[in-house]
């Protein structure tokens, strides 16, 4: 079962706010983007406005319709439901019968009820989250800067190269398990290392997405190195690794060494 890990990278800072992923989901953290437009607004002095001032909309409402639609949350034009009372639906009938669920509902019961937008934790913690096509309405309806701070958000590879470096690793895990030696928590700590500068529990949660694509090309090169037979043992492996760290991390000690 893939875990779900949300992810802090710097890819997604709004005015000092990293925006918070899931990685399972793709769900963007909807708290995040309201906090990091009232940081924004104070300083610009941008006309109030609240995230439920977007979901209170007819329009936007209609346009999250066909967001769900397109994004799989409604098969065809039916789905299922809860009111308020707690009698479970069924609605058919589209945009129509939608709309009308809606405006019984609440457009935030009707996502919650799709899996399209959710909250975790209670109190100060309490976080609301949704599709990343919605969270994208939502930085849109708060003010343009904001939709264009972020558009690019929904074009980049953070999750797909995340989801890239996390399948090249097994595959030098396979790799390396002919080597009677092989301590592979030494390995997670050196492929850090060469590409972050250090080891920390986690790390690659808040990293970037060129940083992932680093990654994900070193584990795939030592995989090659290991295959074809370059690398014949565990210790000439770290014997690169280190000398890898060293290039990237101390180069005029290296080129000290080598001269």
């Known amino acids: 079962m893939k875990t779900n890990v949300v992810i802090k990278s710097q890819d997604r800072n709004l005015f000092g706010v990293v925006i918070r992923q899931e990685s399972k989901t793709g769900f963007l953290n909807v708290s995040d983007l309201s906090k990091a437009y009232e940081i924004e607004r104070a300083k610009k002095d941008w006309s109030y406005r609240r995230v439920n001032e977007v979901f209170d909309s007819a329009l936007n409402a209609e346009r999250i319709y066909y967001i769900l639609k397109k994004r799989g949350y409604l098969k065809g034009t039916d789905f299922e439901s809860e009111y308020t009372d707690g009698q479970s639906i ?56 904001i939709y264009a701070e972020t558009a690019c958000w929904m074009t980049d590879n953070l999750l797909l190269n995340r989801i890239e470096a996390g399948s090249s690793y097994p595959n030098l895990c396979k790799a390396i398990s002919k080597f009677p030696d092989t301590d592979y928590v030494r390995i997670g700590k050196a492929l850090n290392c060469i590409v972050f500068g250090k080891h920390e529990e986690g790390m690659r949660n808040y990293a970037t997405s060129e940083q992932l694509k680093e990654l994900d090309e070193l584990e795939k090169n030592l995989t090659f190195l290991v295959t074809i037979g370059s690398v014949k043992s565990f210790d000439k492996l770290i014997e690169v690794m280190i000398h890898l760290y060293n290039e990237k991390w101390n180069p005029i000690k290296t080129k000290a060494l080598a001269s």
Do not use: Q
Request: hydrophobic residues 40%; glycine residues 8%.
């Open 90 to 145: 069924s609605i058919k009938g589209g945009i129509h019968a939608f709309m009308e669920h809606v405006n019984y509902n609440g457009l935030t019961k009707t996502l919650k009820s799709l899996r399209a937008y959710k909250t975790t934790g209670r109190g100060d913690n309490k976080s609301m989250w949704c599709d990343p096509y919605i969270w994208m309405l939502i930085a849109m309806e708060l003010h343009p800067v």
